[in-house]
Nanobody
Framework: VQLQAFGGGLVQAGTSLKLSCAAS?????????LAWYRQVPGMDRQFVAA????????YSSDSVKERFTISRDSARNTVTLEIQSLRPEDSAVYYC???????????????????WGQGTLVTVSS
């Protein structure tokens, strides 16, 4: 599975942004949970949100769940992250990931995800 994230860029605070991640193989078979993480240089990678294999359950970090929405489109092999009311502290490299054995108890653990995209940079100006 290869993942490619895109949609980042330089945006103004208060605006919205949609990140997308395309998978190289079909994920419509509900074989993979999908997640987004973000990382600021010099800091640990931070869990943002995940969606389970069926798309019926979503997990979000408490710090972003009011503004971040994850969704998946199995027909297009994509997972998206919509971010509302961007803040300068949202600036980071955003990574998408996929894991075949993600369950509720490990959904926020990086080790649950076997495949990672290269990341897309989001810079929020104040």
């Amino acid at each position: 599975v290869q993942l490619q994230a895109f949609g980042g860029g330089l945006v103004q605070a208060g605006t919205s942004l949609k990140l997308s991640c395309a998978a190289s193989v079909r994920i419509v078979g509900n074989r993979y949970a999908l997640a987004w993480y973000r990382q600021v240089p010099g800091m640990d990678r931070q869990f943002v949100a995940a969606i389970n294999r069926s798309g019926g359950r979503i997990y979000s970090s408490d710090s972003v769940k009011e503004r971040f929405t994850i969704s998946r489109d199995s027909a297009r092999n994509t997972v998206t992250l919509e971010i509302q009311s961007l803040r300068p502290e949202d600036s980071a490299v955003y990574y998408c990931s996929a894991g075949p054995a993600v369950i509720s108890s490990n959904v926020a653990s990086q080790t649950a995800y076997a495949y990672w995209g290269q990341g897309t940079l989001v810079t929020v100006s104040s």
